[in-house]
Nanobody, 125 residues
Framework: QLQASGGGLVQAGGSLTLSCRSS????????VGWFRQAPGKEREFVAG????????LYADSVKGRFTTSRANAKNTAALQMNSLKPEDTAVYYC????????????????????WGQGTLVTVSS
């Protein structure tokens, strides 16, 4: 089971850090992806990190502002979000993809087998 937390209300230009905690699964066996879904829109890829943490992917819309990381020993992953914009408002989900290669990470939501319940991020202008 994955649990995302850390969402909230923040002003534009502010920062938030989301956490993703895995229980029942050893997160080191999975790459971790972050996705978001705004009202009336499709769920979209935000960031991903490989099992080893050596490789990360970011959507163009968040490059340079968001950073994903992981702490396998704590069974957690994180998404640091800086310079937030109103268009970042969405429900954010973490997801896990069981992969063999430690450097593998996908930006396709179809590749992720396990999903957390989501945490709402609201950015006011």
């Amino acid at each position: 089971q994955l649990q995302a937390s850390g969402g909230g209300l923040v002003q534009a230009g502010g920062s938030l850090t989301l956490s993703c905690r895995s229980s029942g699964r050893t997160i080191s066996q999975y790459s971790v992806g972050w996705f978001r879904q705004a009202p009336g829109k499709e769920r979209e890829f935000v960031a991903g990190i490989s099992r080893s943490g050596d490789r990360t992917l970011y959507a163009d819309s968040v490059k340079g502002r968001f950073t994903t990381s992981r702490a396998n020993a704590k069974n957690t992953a994180a998404l640091q979000m800086n310079s937030l914009k109103p268009e970042d408002t969405a429900v954010y989900y973490c997801a896990a993809d069981r992969v063999i290669m430690t450097a593998a990470v996908s930006d396709s939501k179809e590749d992720y087998e396990y999903w957390g319940q989501g945490t709402l991020v609201t950015v006011s202008s």
